[in-house]
């Protein structure tokens, strides 16, 4: 049964640019909410709109700082809760805190199951979310979760190319799987790099599986966050005979040096999509490139809303 009542799209300050492009695409006005800081700190939300009986989407990546995102995301669920919105999804294009996922050390939290209680004790009734760092987060949630992934996205852009002699590579054995759809979609070989992680945010690159030599390099992953990764898994394929070293990811972090290490690595082009807004310096950097995900959160969001079908998107 379609859903009757009137959609509404709120957003939250990380998302602003996203959600004016989603807004664009679906043909619809954006909700007024103001979201922002008292003097103290605390995060200030009110709803400039009649949400009563409404289905309610709110928009905010949990990107740096991903604390105060987080907060307004959480606040502005329960403000539309409180005023009596018929349905609520919480959209989130980056999901933060989705790398604690695990107990893999004694006295560790698993705080991506923190995050995911929270937002349904705000009053989430679904969420929509992108390209999740693993797939089992979904069973985080006790509420309905559709999971997007924007393969789609750089699928079709590279799609449009000659990708006869191009190989993609997963950047560790974690992401074979997700790397791995990405390779069939496009229909190319597939190259693993075996890499070791001594601590957070720092790894080494032990060996490159397959063959790249005279080929067009890849690199295909979830996210870039000091980039430190990325850039060492690329030379390393540069080194063993590839022609040219792409990378794409989802979700444009790029904490720390990420930017300056990209300027300087031997990685060609890097293609991110819009769930993070990039800061200037990335803006400006000649290797960065942007795919919007609008279109396929707006297209998500029309079907959540009319009760459609949202797995068909990814066929």
């Known amino acids: 049964m379609?859903?009757?009542?009137?959609?509404?799209?709120?957003?939250?300050?990380?998302?602003?640019?996203?959600?004016?492009?989603?807004?664009?695409?679906?043909?619809?006005?954006q909700g007024r909410a103001d979201v922002g800081p008292f003097s103290d700190g605390e995060i200030?939300?009110?709803?400039?709109?009649?949400?009563?009986?409404?289905?309610?989407?709110?928009?905010?990546?949990?990107?740096?700082?991903?604390?105060?995102?987080?907060?307004?995301?959480?606040?502005?669920?329960?403000?539309?809760?409180?005023?009596?919105?018929?349905?609520?999804?919480?959209?989130?294009?980056?999901?933060?805190?989705?790398?604690?996922?695990?107990?893999?050390?004694?006295?560790?939290?698993i705080t991506a199951k923190l995050v995911s209680n929270l937002i349904v004790a705000a009053g989430a009734d679904r969420v929509l979310t992108v390209d999740l760092?693993?797939?089992?987060?979904?069973?985080?949630?006790d509420i309905p979760v559709d999971h997007l992934s924007a393969d789609i996205v750089f699928a079709e852009h590279f799609g449009r190319q000659n990708i006869a002699d191009w190989v993609t590579v997963s950047p560790d054995t974690g992401s074979v799987h997700r790397t791995g759809a990405f390779a069939r979609r496009l229909d190319m070989p597939l190259v693993i790099v075996d890499k070791r992680r001594p601590k957070a945010n720092q790894s080494d690159v032990v060996n490159v599986v397959g063959d790249v030599e005279g080929k067009h390099a890849l690199i295909y992953d979830d996210?870039?966050?000091?980039?430190?990764?990325?850039?060492?898994?690329?030379?390393?394929?540069?080194?063993?005979?590839?022609?040219?070293?792409?990378?794409?990811?989802?979700?444009?972090?790029?904490?720390?040096?990420?930017?300056?290490?990209?300027?300087?690595?031997?990685?060609?082009?890097?293609?991110?999509?819009?769930?993070?807004?990039?800061?200037a310096r990335a803006a400006e950097c000649p290797k960065t490139k942007v795919l919007s995900i609008a279109p396929l959160i707006g297209e998500a969001i029309h079907r959540i809303h009319e009760e459609e079908s949202v797995s068909s998107l990814f066929r």
């Open 44 to 109: 200030n939300v009110q709803i400039g709109e009649n949400v009563r009986g409404c289905d309610v989407f709110i928009i905010n990546s949990t990107s740096p700082p991903a604390n105060d995102h987080l907060m307004e995301l959480l606040i502005l669920i329960d403000a539309a809760r409180r005023a009596s919105a018929k349905r609520i999804t919480a959209v989130l294009p980056y999901f933060g805190y989705a790398r604690q996922d695990r107990k893999d050390r004694p006295r560790v939290p």
């Open 133 to 141: 760092h693993c797939g089992q987060l979904q069973g985080f949630f």
């Open 223 to 279: 996210m870039i966050d000091t980039a430190g990764t990325l850039v060492k898994g690329a030379k390393a394929i540069k080194d063993r005979g590839a022609l040219s070293v792409t990378a794409c990811a989802t979700h444009a972090i790029f904490s720390g040096a990420a930017v300056e290490l990209i300027e300087d690595s031997v990685l060609s082009e890097v293609l991110v999509s819009d769930t993070i807004h990039l800061g």
């Open 2 to 29: 379609a859903f009757s009542e009137k959609k509404i799209i709120l957003c939250g300050s990380a998302s602003t640019a996203l959600t004016a492009h989603i807004c664009e695409h679906l043909g619809v006005r």
